[in-house]
Nanobody
Framework: VQLVESGGGLVQPGGSLRLSCAASGFTFSSYAMRWYRQAPGKERELVAGISSSGGSTNYADSVKDRFTIPRDNVKNTVYLQMNSLKAEDAAVYYC?????WGQGTQVTVSS
């Protein structure tokens, strides 16, 4: 199992970013995918999840109505579309599947 995140960076408050997680080594379309994040000094927390088909999603209360988690089962990629970013969204974002983690991608929200 290999998960490779990308798309992080520096964004101003109120801005948007789209994270990508390219998956390989397993049958991507058969598994749910999740995004987590970890801010300095805090525990890793679940941000969003999506079922294998994409028909069901769930979000942390803190990101509802701002983030979405689409997936492309042809490209073996799951995304995290983040809108209306806030300072408290700053963290390292990790992709998760089959109890495996990617290396993470840093999101910084600052003016």
């Amino acid at each position: 199992v290999q998960l490779v995140e990308s798309g992080g960076g520096l964004v101003q408050p109120g801005g948007s970013l789209r994270l990508s997680c390219a998956a390989s080594g397993f049958t991507f379309s058969s598994y749910a995918m999740r995004w987590y994040r970890q801010a300095p000094g805090k525990e890793r927390e679940l941000v969003a999840g999506i079922s294998s088909s994409g028909g069901s999603t769930n979000y942390a209360d803190s990101v509802k109505d701002r983030f979405t988690i689409p997936r492309d089962n042809v490209k073996n990629t799951v995304y995290l579309q983040m809108n209306s970013l806030k300072a408290e969204d700053a963290a390292v974002y990790y992709c998760n599947a089959l109890a495996q983690w990617g290396q993470g991608t840093q999101v910084t929200v600052s003016s």
